[in-house]
């Protein structure tokens, strides 16, 4: 379910883009995902395939990209890339952190016809 509301969301903003742009069709979608989104790459093929039916985007491929996760020290303010298994500021060694990247799927950019 969690797949299917966000590919429906990036889809809406994908053809607004494409009728902006004036394009006949949408050949590719490159998208930016985080590793702590859980999003699986599989369903929003998946759900693309079938919401994008009929649309300017039918077919279109899509393109992930993986981004790490970036998280942001609430005691000394140092941001840094979270590692497996350490989640710890570098610098302070405290753990109380904010995950500041790495939760989101988003549009990069979009290829158009
Ligand atoms: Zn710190």
Redesign the pocket.
């Known amino acids: 379910m969690h797949e299917l509301a966000i590919t429906q969301s990036m889809l809406d903003i994908v053809l607004e883009r494409a009728k902006e742009s004036g394009a006949r069709k949408v050949e590719a979608i490159n998208l930016v995902i985080g590793e702590l989104s859980g999003f699986v790459e599989e369903s929003v093929r998946f759900y693309f395939d079938f919401l994008a039916k009929n649309t300017l985007a039918e077919g279109a491929a899509l393109n992930f990209k993986l981004v790490s996760p970036r998280a942001r020290?609430r005691?000394?303010g140092?941001p840094f890339e979270l590692r497996e298994l350490d989640w710890s500021?570098p610098?302070?060694g405290?753990s109380d952190i904010e995950i500041t990247a790495g939760k989101e799927l988003s549009i990069e950019s979009i290829d158009i016809e």
């Open positions: 020290c005691s000394c140092q500021c610098q302070c405290g």
